[in-house]
Protein backbone atom coordinates (compact mmCIF):
# COMPACT_ATOMS: atom_id res chain seq x y z
CA UNK A 1 0.00 0.00 0.00
CA UNK A 2 1.07 3.34 -0.47
CA UNK A 3 1.85 5.98 2.30
CA UNK A 4 0.19 9.13 2.30
CA UNK A 5 1.92 11.78 0.89
CA UNK A 6 -0.03 15.64 2.48
CA UNK A 7 1.93 17.87 0.67
CA UNK A 8 0.77 16.59 -2.78
CA UNK A 9 -2.47 14.73 -2.50
CA UNK A 10 -4.66 14.18 -5.59
CA UNK A 11 -7.35 16.47 -5.66
CA UNK A 12 -10.71 15.15 -7.38
CA UNK A 13 -13.13 17.49 -8.90
CA UNK A 14 -15.64 17.91 -11.04
CA UNK A 15 -13.48 19.58 -13.51
CA UNK A 16 -11.41 16.62 -14.05
CA UNK A 17 -14.01 14.18 -15.84
CA UNK A 18 -12.91 13.51 -19.16
CA UNK A 19 -15.12 14.88 -21.78
CA UNK A 20 -17.90 12.47 -23.62
CA UNK A 21 -16.30 11.21 -26.76
CA UNK A 22 -18.00 11.81 -30.61
CA UNK A 23 -20.29 8.73 -30.56
CA UNK A 24 -19.14 6.72 -33.27
CA UNK A 25 -22.91 5.67 -34.56
CA UNK A 26 -23.37 9.35 -35.77
CA UNK A 27 -20.30 8.85 -38.39
CA UNK A 28 -21.53 5.22 -39.12
CA UNK A 29 -24.89 6.53 -39.98
CA UNK A 30 -23.84 9.47 -41.78
CA UNK A 31 -21.60 7.84 -44.02
CA UNK A 32 -24.06 5.06 -44.44
CA UNK A 33 -26.42 7.52 -45.87
CA UNK A 34 -24.20 9.72 -48.37
CA UNK A 35 -23.22 6.37 -49.55
CA UNK A 36 -26.81 5.36 -50.18
CA UNK A 37 -27.50 8.54 -51.76
CA UNK A 38 -24.55 8.22 -54.26
CA UNK A 39 -25.34 4.72 -55.28
CA UNK A 40 -28.82 5.56 -55.96
CA UNK A 41 -27.65 8.85 -57.92
CA UNK A 42 -25.09 6.97 -60.22
CA UNK A 43 -26.81 3.87 -60.86
CA UNK A 44 -30.17 5.75 -61.37
CA UNK A 45 -32.82 3.23 -59.23
CA UNK A 46 -35.44 4.11 -59.13
CA UNK A 47 -36.61 2.55 -55.70
CA UNK A 48 -40.03 3.33 -53.77
CA UNK A 49 -40.39 6.27 -51.75
CA UNK A 50 -40.37 4.48 -48.48
CA UNK A 51 -36.96 3.07 -48.93
CA UNK A 52 -35.95 6.56 -50.18
CA UNK A 53 -36.74 7.63 -46.75
CA UNK A 54 -34.30 5.86 -45.56
CA UNK A 55 -31.02 7.40 -46.16
CA UNK A 56 -32.61 11.21 -44.83
CA UNK A 57 -33.90 9.53 -41.30
CA UNK A 58 -30.03 7.93 -41.19
CA UNK A 59 -28.88 11.75 -41.74
CA UNK A 60 -31.18 12.65 -39.26
CA UNK A 61 -30.26 10.27 -36.41
CA UNK A 62 -26.54 11.09 -37.41
CA UNK A 63 -26.71 15.09 -37.27
CA UNK A 64 -28.87 14.96 -34.07
CA UNK A 65 -26.84 12.72 -32.65
CA UNK A 66 -23.29 15.00 -33.16
CA UNK A 67 -25.96 18.03 -32.30
CA UNK A 68 -26.30 16.55 -28.81
CA UNK A 69 -22.65 15.57 -28.26
CA UNK A 70 -21.36 19.44 -29.44
CA UNK A 71 -24.12 21.43 -27.00
CA UNK A 72 -22.87 18.67 -24.12
CA UNK A 73 -19.28 19.63 -24.95
CA UNK A 74 -19.94 23.33 -25.56
CA UNK A 75 -21.55 23.52 -21.95
CA UNK A 76 -18.99 21.83 -20.32
CA UNK A 77 -16.61 24.71 -21.49
CA UNK A 78 -18.79 27.49 -20.76
CA UNK A 79 -19.67 25.89 -16.96
CA UNK A 80 -16.09 27.06 -15.85
CA UNK A 81 -16.27 30.39 -16.57
CA UNK A 82 -17.28 33.19 -15.16
CA UNK A 83 -21.11 33.68 -14.98
CA UNK A 84 -21.14 37.21 -16.62
CA UNK A 85 -18.94 35.63 -19.52
CA UNK A 86 -21.53 32.27 -19.06
CA UNK A 87 -24.61 34.39 -19.78
CA UNK A 88 -23.08 36.61 -22.59
CA UNK A 89 -21.95 33.35 -24.22
CA UNK A 90 -25.01 32.26 -24.24
CA UNK A 91 -26.88 35.04 -25.62
CA UNK A 92 -24.51 34.97 -28.90
CA UNK A 93 -24.86 31.34 -29.48
CA UNK A 94 -28.77 31.48 -28.92
CA UNK A 95 -28.18 34.46 -31.75
CA UNK A 96 -25.63 33.43 -33.50
CA UNK A 97 -26.28 29.09 -34.07
CA UNK A 98 -29.52 29.47 -36.42
CA UNK A 99 -27.44 32.09 -38.64
CA UNK A 100 -24.27 30.30 -39.04
CA UNK A 101 -26.17 26.54 -37.98
CA UNK A 102 -28.47 26.89 -41.66
CA UNK A 103 -26.27 28.49 -43.47
CA UNK A 104 -23.78 26.12 -43.15
CA UNK A 105 -25.67 23.21 -43.53
CA UNK A 106 -27.45 24.60 -46.68
CA UNK A 107 -23.84 25.20 -48.45
CA UNK A 108 -22.73 21.82 -47.62
CA UNK A 109 -26.16 20.21 -48.58
CA UNK A 110 -25.91 22.28 -51.41
CA UNK A 111 -22.70 20.94 -52.65
CA UNK A 112 -23.35 17.11 -51.49
CA UNK A 113 -26.77 17.24 -53.14
CA UNK A 114 -24.50 18.33 -56.32
CA UNK A 115 -22.50 15.41 -56.02
CA UNK A 116 -25.63 13.06 -56.00
CA UNK A 117 -26.40 12.62 -52.02
CA UNK A 118 -30.25 13.28 -53.07
CA UNK A 119 -30.27 15.62 -50.02
CA UNK A 120 -30.18 13.19 -47.20
CA UNK A 121 -27.47 15.57 -45.42
CA UNK A 122 -29.31 18.68 -46.10
CA UNK A 123 -31.78 17.61 -43.85
CA UNK A 124 -30.05 16.13 -41.48
CA UNK A 125 -27.80 19.21 -40.87
CA UNK A 126 -31.30 21.60 -40.33
CA UNK A 127 -32.57 18.73 -38.01
CA UNK A 128 -28.68 19.14 -36.38
CA UNK A 129 -29.03 22.77 -35.96
CA UNK A 130 -32.61 22.68 -34.55
CA UNK A 131 -31.62 19.87 -32.00
CA UNK A 132 -28.68 22.46 -31.14
CA UNK A 133 -31.10 25.27 -30.40
CA UNK A 134 -33.76 23.15 -28.62
CA UNK A 135 -31.02 21.63 -26.37
CA UNK A 136 -29.24 25.11 -25.52
CA UNK A 137 -32.55 26.01 -24.66
CA UNK A 138 -33.32 23.67 -21.91
CA UNK A 139 -29.41 23.76 -21.03
CA UNK A 140 -29.72 27.62 -20.87
CA UNK A 141 -33.10 27.56 -18.22
CA UNK A 142 -31.28 24.72 -15.98
CA UNK A 143 -27.69 26.48 -15.83
CA UNK A 144 -29.97 29.56 -14.93
CA UNK A 145 -31.84 28.26 -12.65
CA UNK A 146 -29.27 26.10 -10.86
CA UNK A 147 -27.22 29.08 -10.42
CA UNK A 148 -30.27 31.09 -9.22
CA UNK A 149 -31.23 28.76 -6.65
CA UNK A 150 -27.78 27.63 -5.54
CA UNK A 151 -27.50 31.23 -4.16
CA UNK A 152 -30.35 31.63 -2.56
CA UNK A 153 -30.78 28.05 -0.66
CA UNK A 154 -27.60 26.45 0.89
CA UNK A 155 -28.15 23.01 1.28
CA UNK A 156 -28.79 21.00 -2.18
CA UNK A 157 -32.16 19.34 -1.41
CA UNK A 158 -33.96 22.63 -1.54
CA UNK A 159 -32.17 23.98 -4.54
CA UNK A 160 -33.27 20.59 -6.35
CA UNK A 161 -36.64 21.15 -5.53
CA UNK A 162 -36.66 24.49 -6.79
CA UNK A 163 -35.00 23.83 -10.07
CA UNK A 164 -37.84 20.44 -10.68
CA UNK A 165 -40.82 23.03 -9.59
CA UNK A 166 -39.46 25.64 -12.25
CA UNK A 167 -38.84 23.54 -14.84
CA UNK A 168 -42.23 21.28 -14.55
CA UNK A 169 -43.73 24.91 -14.47
CA UNK A 170 -42.12 25.66 -17.73
CA UNK A 171 -43.03 22.33 -19.08
CA UNK A 172 -46.98 22.65 -18.09
CA UNK A 173 -46.91 26.44 -19.35
CA UNK A 174 -45.62 25.44 -22.88
CA UNK A 175 -47.76 22.17 -22.83
CA UNK A 176 -51.00 24.79 -22.42
CA UNK A 177 -49.74 27.53 -25.03
CA UNK A 178 -48.98 24.49 -27.71
CA UNK A 179 -52.50 22.85 -26.67
CA UNK A 180 -54.10 26.37 -27.23
CA UNK A 181 -52.24 27.07 -30.33
CA UNK A 182 -52.73 23.61 -31.79
CA UNK A 183 -56.78 24.14 -30.82
CA UNK A 184 -56.49 27.64 -32.81
CA UNK A 185 -54.67 25.81 -35.54
CA UNK A 186 -57.37 22.85 -35.96
CA UNK A 187 -60.01 25.80 -36.47
CA UNK A 188 -57.94 27.69 -38.81
CA UNK A 189 -58.14 24.61 -40.71
CA UNK A 190 -61.40 23.51 -41.15
CA UNK A 191 -62.40 27.16 -42.47
CA UNK A 192 -59.10 26.66 -44.60
CA UNK A 193 -58.23 25.98 -47.37
CA UNK A 194 -61.27 26.34 -49.72
CA UNK A 195 -63.00 23.57 -51.69
CA UNK A 196 -60.68 22.36 -54.57
CA UNK A 197 -57.48 23.68 -52.92
CA UNK A 198 -54.87 20.71 -53.48
CA UNK A 199 -53.18 19.33 -50.43
CA UNK A 200 -49.59 17.75 -50.55
CA UNK A 201 -49.42 14.40 -49.45
CA UNK A 202 -45.91 13.27 -50.19
CA UNK A 203 -44.20 11.11 -52.88
CA UNK A 204 -45.68 13.32 -55.68
CA UNK A 205 -49.32 12.81 -54.50
CA UNK A 206 -51.64 15.24 -54.40
CA UNK A 207 -55.61 15.33 -52.47
CA UNK A 208 -58.07 18.06 -53.33
CA UNK A 209 -60.05 19.11 -50.40
CA UNK A 210 -63.62 18.68 -50.26
CA UNK A 211 -66.03 19.18 -47.54
CA UNK A 212 -66.11 16.00 -46.58
CA UNK A 213 -62.34 15.63 -46.00
CA UNK A 214 -61.94 18.61 -44.53
CA UNK A 215 -62.14 17.61 -41.40
CA UNK A 216 -60.02 14.52 -41.82
CA UNK A 217 -57.28 16.69 -43.16
CA UNK A 218 -57.44 19.29 -40.57
CA UNK A 219 -57.54 16.43 -37.80
CA UNK A 220 -53.99 15.03 -39.38
CA UNK A 221 -52.38 18.51 -39.84
CA UNK A 222 -53.09 18.85 -35.86
CA UNK A 223 -51.74 15.61 -35.65
CA UNK A 224 -48.88 16.81 -37.16
CA UNK A 225 -48.36 19.89 -35.28
CA UNK A 226 -48.50 18.04 -31.89
CA UNK A 227 -45.76 15.82 -33.59
CA UNK A 228 -42.97 18.48 -34.74
CA UNK A 229 -44.12 20.31 -31.67
CA UNK A 230 -43.11 17.27 -29.73
CA UNK A 231 -39.78 16.80 -31.57
CA UNK A 232 -38.82 20.56 -31.57
CA UNK A 233 -39.44 20.52 -27.31
CA UNK A 234 -37.90 16.84 -27.30
CA UNK A 235 -33.81 18.21 -27.50
CA UNK A 236 -34.57 20.59 -25.08
CA UNK A 237 -36.19 18.18 -22.34
CA UNK A 238 -33.34 16.07 -22.59
CA UNK A 239 -30.76 18.42 -22.59
CA UNK A 240 -32.36 19.52 -19.28
CA UNK A 241 -32.61 16.41 -17.64
CA UNK A 242 -28.89 15.64 -18.25
CA UNK A 243 -28.18 19.13 -16.96
CA UNK A 244 -30.35 18.41 -14.03
CA UNK A 245 -28.70 15.10 -13.33
CA UNK A 246 -25.09 16.13 -14.06
CA UNK A 247 -25.74 18.61 -11.51
CA UNK A 248 -26.83 16.07 -8.92
CA UNK A 249 -23.77 13.83 -9.47
CA UNK A 250 -20.56 16.16 -10.30
CA UNK A 251 -20.51 16.82 -6.09
CA UNK A 252 -20.83 12.75 -6.32
CA UNK A 253 -18.92 11.52 -8.81
CA UNK A 254 -15.35 13.00 -7.54
CA UNK A 255 -16.36 10.98 -3.93
CA UNK A 256 -17.12 7.91 -6.52
CA UNK A 257 -13.66 8.08 -7.72
CA UNK A 258 -12.04 8.89 -4.52
CA UNK A 259 -13.36 5.99 -2.30
CA UNK A 260 -11.86 3.75 -5.65
CA UNK A 261 -8.75 5.02 -4.74
CA UNK A 262 -8.94 4.53 -0.85
CA UNK A 263 -10.20 1.23 -1.77
CA UNK A 264 -7.64 0.59 -3.69
CA UNK A 265 -5.22 1.21 -0.21
CA UNK A 266 -3.82 5.06 -1.39
CA UNK A 267 -4.82 7.81 0.92
CA UNK A 268 -3.03 10.84 -0.58
CA UNK A 269 -6.36 11.63 -2.38
CA UNK A 270 -8.64 14.46 -1.28
CA UNK A 271 -12.25 15.43 -2.83
CA UNK A 272 -12.69 19.42 -3.68
CA UNK A 273 -14.95 21.09 -1.07
CA UNK A 274 -17.25 22.79 -3.09
CA UNK A 275 -21.21 23.15 -4.43
CA UNK A 276 -23.72 23.13 -2.00
CA UNK A 277 -23.41 23.02 1.99
CA UNK A 278 -24.55 19.51 2.10
CA UNK A 279 -21.57 18.23 -0.31
CA UNK A 280 -19.17 20.53 1.24
CA UNK A 281 -19.47 19.04 4.38
CA UNK A 282 -19.62 15.56 2.42
CA UNK A 283 -16.23 16.08 0.94
CA UNK A 284 -14.76 17.74 3.88
CA UNK A 285 -15.64 14.52 6.15
CA UNK A 286 -14.23 12.55 3.39
CA UNK A 287 -10.94 14.04 3.34
CA UNK A 288 -10.57 13.59 7.13
CA UNK A 289 -10.93 10.62 6.99
CA UNK A 290 -8.50 9.82 4.51
CA UNK A 291 -5.61 12.08 6.32
CA UNK A 292 -6.68 9.85 9.49
CA UNK A 293 -6.73 6.44 7.62
CA UNK A 294 -3.01 8.13 6.27
CA UNK A 295 -1.80 8.51 9.71
CA UNK A 296 -3.02 5.58 10.99
CA UNK A 297 -1.30 3.63 8.02
CA UNK A 298 1.61 5.43 8.90
CA UNK A 299 1.58 4.27 12.57
CA UNK A 300 1.30 0.93 12.18
CA UNK A 301 4.18 0.85 9.61
CA UNK A 302 6.11 2.45 12.18
CA UNK A 303 4.55 -0.23 14.79
CA UNK A 304 5.75 -3.05 12.03
CA UNK A 305 9.56 -2.11 12.65
CA UNK A 306 9.37 -2.92 16.40
CA UNK A 307 7.46 -5.83 16.32
CA UNK A 308 7.48 -9.54 13.88
CA UNK A 309 6.05 -9.40 10.92
CA UNK A 310 4.64 -12.52 12.40
CA UNK A 311 2.75 -10.58 15.32
CA UNK A 312 1.79 -7.77 13.26
CA UNK A 313 0.36 -10.14 10.83
CA UNK A 314 -1.79 -11.76 13.82
CA UNK A 315 -2.76 -8.57 15.07
CA UNK A 316 -4.08 -7.08 11.81
CA UNK A 317 -5.90 -10.49 11.71
CA UNK A 318 -7.87 -9.70 14.79
CA UNK A 319 -8.29 -5.77 13.70
CA UNK A 320 -5.79 -4.48 15.86
CA UNK A 321 -6.72 -6.34 19.40
CA UNK A 322 -3.61 -8.41 20.80
CA UNK A 323 -5.22 -11.50 21.78
CA UNK A 324 -2.63 -13.99 21.10
CA UNK A 325 -3.40 -16.44 23.68
CA UNK A 326 -1.03 -18.29 26.24
CA UNK A 327 -0.04 -21.55 24.61
CA UNK A 328 1.95 -24.56 25.92
CA UNK A 329 3.40 -26.02 22.62
CA UNK A 330 7.07 -27.59 21.18
CA UNK A 331 9.06 -25.15 19.12
CA UNK A 332 12.80 -24.26 18.41
CA UNK A 333 14.36 -21.48 19.61
CA UNK A 334 17.89 -20.65 18.53
CA UNK A 335 20.47 -17.31 20.52
CA UNK A 336 22.38 -15.96 17.72
CA UNK A 337 25.40 -13.46 19.83
CA UNK A 338 28.46 -12.41 18.55
CA UNK A 339 31.63 -13.48 20.22
CA UNK A 340 33.80 -10.80 21.70
CA UNK A 341 32.29 -8.12 21.01
CA UNK A 342 32.02 -6.29 23.86
CA UNK A 343 35.58 -6.22 24.62
CA UNK A 344 35.90 -5.23 20.99
CA UNK A 345 34.22 -1.89 21.87
CA UNK A 346 35.63 -0.37 24.52
CA UNK A 347 37.62 1.35 22.47
CA UNK A 348 34.93 3.20 20.23
CA UNK A 349 32.65 5.87 19.95
CA UNK A 350 28.98 5.29 20.74
CA UNK A 351 28.10 5.58 17.42
CA UNK A 352 30.57 3.45 15.78
CA UNK A 353 28.89 0.66 17.89
CA UNK A 354 25.90 1.39 17.00
CA UNK A 355 26.58 1.51 12.97
CA UNK A 356 28.56 -1.69 13.59
CA UNK A 357 25.46 -3.15 15.23
CA UNK A 358 22.91 -1.80 12.92
CA UNK A 359 24.82 -3.36 9.79
CA UNK A 360 24.92 -6.48 11.25
CA UNK A 361 21.17 -6.60 12.59
CA UNK A 362 20.25 -5.43 8.74
CA UNK A 363 20.96 -8.64 7.34
CA UNK A 364 20.57 -11.14 10.28
CA UNK A 365 16.66 -9.46 10.41
CA UNK A 366 16.43 -9.81 6.53
CA UNK A 367 17.45 -13.61 6.67
CA UNK A 368 15.47 -14.39 9.37
CA UNK A 369 12.36 -12.41 8.23
CA UNK A 370 13.17 -14.33 4.43
CA UNK A 371 12.96 -17.87 6.60
CA UNK A 372 9.76 -16.76 8.06
CA UNK A 373 11.18 -16.99 11.83
CA UNK A 374 9.69 -14.79 14.61
CA UNK A 375 12.51 -12.42 15.83
CA UNK A 376 11.09 -12.19 19.58
CA UNK A 377 13.78 -10.05 20.71
CA UNK A 378 17.29 -8.31 20.85
CA UNK A 379 19.39 -8.36 23.56
CA UNK A 380 22.93 -6.43 23.00
CA UNK A 381 24.36 -7.97 20.92
CA UNK A 382 22.40 -11.01 20.30
CA UNK A 383 19.11 -12.14 19.08
CA UNK A 384 16.52 -15.03 19.96
CA UNK A 385 14.83 -16.26 16.97
CA UNK A 386 11.53 -18.99 17.77
CA UNK A 387 10.56 -21.08 15.16
CA UNK A 388 6.37 -22.64 15.60
CA UNK A 389 5.18 -19.96 17.24
CA UNK A 390 3.41 -17.37 17.52
CA UNK A 391 2.22 -19.23 14.18
CA UNK A 392 2.56 -22.62 13.82
CA UNK A 393 4.91 -24.13 11.28
CA UNK A 394 5.73 -27.38 10.33
CA UNK A 395 9.44 -28.74 10.42
CA UNK A 396 10.38 -25.85 12.86
CA UNK A 397 13.59 -27.54 13.34
CA UNK A 398 15.03 -27.82 9.98
CA UNK A 399 14.00 -24.21 9.36
CA UNK A 400 15.78 -22.74 12.59
CA UNK A 401 18.88 -24.97 11.73
CA UNK A 402 18.93 -23.82 8.28
CA UNK A 403 18.30 -20.14 8.84
CA UNK A 404 21.30 -20.45 11.84
CA UNK A 405 23.24 -21.55 9.28
CA UNK A 406 22.67 -18.96 6.68
CA UNK A 407 23.58 -16.11 9.74
CA UNK A 408 26.96 -17.92 9.74
CA UNK A 409 27.42 -17.30 6.01
CA UNK A 410 25.82 -14.09 6.27
CA UNK A 411 28.66 -12.80 8.51
CA UNK A 412 31.38 -14.86 6.97
CA UNK A 413 30.51 -12.97 3.49
CA UNK A 414 30.16 -9.69 5.14
CA UNK A 415 33.77 -10.41 6.82
CA UNK A 416 35.17 -10.86 3.06
CA UNK A 417 33.50 -7.64 2.01
CA UNK A 418 35.09 -6.08 5.09
CA UNK A 419 31.86 -4.62 6.29
CA UNK A 420 33.28 -4.05 9.45
CA UNK A 421 36.31 -2.12 8.80
CA UNK A 422 36.04 -0.73 12.51
CA UNK A 423 36.90 -3.91 14.51
CA UNK A 424 38.08 -6.21 11.09
CA UNK A 425 35.75 -9.00 11.61
CA UNK A 426 32.46 -10.38 13.55
CA UNK A 427 32.43 -13.61 14.92
CA UNK A 428 29.18 -15.57 15.94
CA UNK A 429 27.96 -18.13 17.86
CA UNK A 430 24.62 -19.78 17.52
CA UNK A 431 22.92 -22.02 20.09
CA UNK A 432 19.85 -24.42 18.67
CA UNK A 433 16.92 -26.29 21.15
CA UNK A 434 13.87 -27.58 19.95
CA UNK A 435 11.37 -28.57 22.97
CA UNK A 436 8.95 -27.28 25.04
CA UNK A 437 7.81 -24.02 25.91
CA UNK A 438 5.59 -21.44 26.89
CA UNK A 439 4.18 -18.72 24.37
CA UNK A 440 2.16 -15.88 24.91
CA UNK A 441 2.00 -11.98 25.86
CA UNK A 442 3.99 -10.84 28.80
CA UNK A 443 3.41 -7.75 30.08
CA UNK A 444 0.19 -5.37 31.30
CA UNK A 445 -2.24 -3.67 29.59
CA UNK A 446 -0.71 -0.36 28.75
CA UNK A 447 2.47 -2.35 26.91
CA UNK A 448 3.43 -5.98 26.28
CA UNK A 449 5.08 -7.96 24.02
CA UNK A 450 4.35 -11.74 22.69
CA UNK A 451 7.86 -14.14 24.46
CA UNK A 452 8.45 -17.22 24.78
CA UNK A 453 10.00 -18.97 28.18
CA UNK A 454 10.89 -22.02 29.48
CA UNK A 455 13.33 -24.66 30.09
CA UNK A 456 13.61 -25.00 26.27
CA UNK A 457 14.54 -21.54 26.43
CA UNK A 458 17.09 -21.54 28.45
CA UNK A 459 18.93 -24.71 27.06
CA UNK A 460 19.15 -23.01 24.14
CA UNK A 461 21.27 -19.65 25.44
CA UNK A 462 22.79 -22.23 27.62
CA UNK A 463 24.18 -23.87 24.18
CA UNK A 464 24.82 -20.44 22.42
CA UNK A 465 27.43 -19.67 25.96
CA UNK A 466 29.63 -22.68 24.95
CA UNK A 467 29.25 -22.45 21.04
CA UNK A 468 32.12 -21.10 19.27
CA UNK A 469 32.85 -18.32 16.56
CA UNK A 470 31.08 -19.85 13.27
CA UNK A 471 29.69 -22.54 15.08
CA UNK A 472 25.70 -24.07 15.40
CA UNK A 473 25.07 -26.56 18.63
CA UNK A 474 21.87 -28.20 18.58
CA UNK A 475 20.63 -30.36 21.36
CA UNK A 476 19.66 -34.24 20.68
CA UNK A 477 15.84 -33.25 20.73
CA UNK A 478 16.59 -30.72 17.76
CA UNK A 479 18.76 -33.64 16.20
CA UNK A 480 16.66 -36.16 15.89
CA UNK A 481 13.60 -33.48 14.38
CA UNK A 482 16.02 -33.18 11.80
CA UNK A 483 15.94 -36.29 9.98
CA UNK A 484 18.36 -38.10 7.50
CA UNK A 485 20.21 -35.51 5.02
CA UNK A 486 22.21 -33.88 7.83
CA UNK A 487 26.21 -34.26 8.72
CA UNK A 488 25.88 -33.86 12.64
CA UNK A 489 28.91 -34.19 15.12
CA UNK A 490 28.24 -35.75 18.35
CA UNK A 491 29.92 -33.44 21.04
CA UNK A 492 30.72 -34.70 24.93
CA UNK A 493 28.30 -34.05 26.69
CA UNK A 494 28.02 -30.78 28.32
CA UNK A 495 26.59 -29.82 32.12
CA UNK A 496 24.67 -27.16 31.95
CA UNK A 497 23.04 -24.62 34.23
CA UNK A 498 20.05 -26.12 35.46
CA UNK A 499 20.16 -29.79 34.40
CA UNK A 500 21.09 -32.54 36.74
CA UNK A 501 22.02 -34.51 33.72
CA UNK A 502 24.55 -33.50 31.36
CA UNK A 503 23.37 -32.38 28.13
CA UNK A 504 23.75 -34.18 24.69
CA UNK A 505 25.22 -31.73 21.93
CA UNK A 506 25.81 -31.93 18.34
CA UNK A 507 27.57 -29.77 15.79
CA UNK A 508 25.87 -28.95 12.97
CA UNK A 509 27.40 -29.27 9.40
CA UNK A 510 26.89 -26.94 6.89
CA UNK A 511 26.16 -28.20 3.93
CA UNK A 512 25.76 -25.15 1.78
CA UNK A 513 23.70 -22.96 0.37
CA UNK A 514 21.91 -25.36 -2.24
CA UNK A 515 21.44 -28.14 0.14
Avoid at 44 to 66: E, M, Q, R, S
Avoid at 391 to 400: C, F, L, Y
Avoid at 488 to 498: D, F, I, S, Y
Wanted: proline content about 5%; overall charge negative.
Amino acid sequence: MSSRAPSSPIVLAPSNRPPRPLPRWTAVLLAVSVMFGFVVHTTGLDLDPTLNLLPNLAAVLACCGFAHWAEERVYAAMSSWRPPVRVVMTVLLAVMTPVVGFTFAGGLGAVMFALGDSGATLVGMVFGVLWFMSASVGSTLVRGVNSAANVVLPDFRSRMMLVIFVLASVVAVVAVGEALVGEAFVDYLRQHPADGALVWLGGGEMLEVTDANKDAISRLFAILYTAVSILVALPAVLSATGKLAEAMMERLEPLSRGFDVVSQGRFDVEVEEGGSRDFRELASNFNAMTRALGVAQGMERAFGVYVSPQVLARIQSQHGHMRIAASQREATVFFADLRGFTAMSENLLPEQVLGILNRYFEQVVTIINSREGYLDKFIGDAVIVVYNGPVDQEEHARRAVECALAIQREVQRLNDADAFPEVGHLAVGIGVATGALVAGNLGGQQQMEFTVIGDTVNLASRLTGIARPGEVLINARCAAALGEGWVLEPLEPVQVKGKAEPVSVFRVQDPGPEA
